[in-house]
């Protein structure tokens, strides 16, 4: 089955402890992407990835780090977790066809509280 | 500066009554825009992109450059069109999107 998978669903941190939320996708998807979701602000862009090796900052990358070693993962790094960092995160993969980007499939959040 | 403006947070329509999702958008140029909705209990998935000029589950969405719109309409909603619907623009490095705070629908039947 295609998919966006995430790991883990839900973490309960403390501030400082660095921890690794991982993304991966099986659609041999170019383009990834990270977005946090937070009440009254929609969805932000972290982090995205036009292609392995390939990253850039989104709206608000302050405090994040990614990586894209493999075409399939892309994993959101929290070096030292503040709790502004509290809120739901999700992952994106899309097609990209000569500039053009096909339907983002979206994985299915990871909750994340850091107290 | 890149923005999507979804005015509704809350609307809520009876069944049968047409129902209409404003987004405004900020952008210089010829935007490309999406809307995605949000099921209960499901993953957020795409309803329509501008390009396509599809009619999704009844939804339209017609761009309006004068207005700086992109407002969803259905003649008719359903109580299964319950959801959140997010606005979405795909900004001016054609790599980075934007998204609305989005606006949560209720069908009353």
């Known amino acids: 089955e295609a998919q966006v998978t995430q790991n883990p669903r839900y973490l309960i941190t403390v501030t400082g402890k660095k921890l690794t939320v991982t993304c991966s996708q099986n659609?041999?998807?170019?383009?990834m992407s990270w977005y946090r979701q937070d009440p009254g602000l929609g969805l932000r862009q972290i982090y995205y990835?036009?292609?392995?090796?390939?990253?850039d900052k989104g709206d608000v990358p302050e405090g994040y780090k990614v990586s894209r070693k493999e075409k399939r993962n892309f994993p959101l790094i929290l070096e030292s977790p503040s709790p502004n960092q509290t809120s739901l995160y999700f992952c994106?993969?899309?097609?990209?066809?000569?500039?053009?980007?096909?339907?983002?499939?979206f994985g299915p959040g990871t909750r994340l509280t850091v107290l | 500066a890149q923005r999507v403006t979804q005015p509704e947070k809350l609307l809520s329509v009876f069944k049968g009554a047409p129902v209409e999702l404003k987004c405004n958008y900020s952008?210089?140029?010829?935007?490309?825009l999406f809307w995605y909705v949000q099921y209960s209990r499901q993953r957020l998935q795409l309803l329509l992109r501008?390009?396509s000029r599809e009619s999704i589950k009844g939804f339209t969405a017609d761009l309006n450059k004068g207005e700086t719109s992109f407002h969803l309409k259905k003649p008719f909603a359903q109580e299964e069109d319950s959801a959140m619907y997010y606005c979405?623009?795909?900004?001016?490095?054609?790599?980075?999107?934007?998204f609305g705070t989005g606006t949560s629908l209720t069908v009353i039947p």
């Open positions: 659609m041999n998807h170019e383009y």
């Open positions: 990835s036009m292609n392995v090796e390939v990253t």
């Open positions: 979405a623009l795909l900004g001016e490095t054609g790599n980075q999107f934007y």
């Open positions: 952008y210089s140029g010829s935007p490309e």
């Open positions: 994106a993969s899309s097609l990209v066809l000569e500039g053009s980007y096909n339907e983002q499939f």
């Open positions: 501008h390009i």
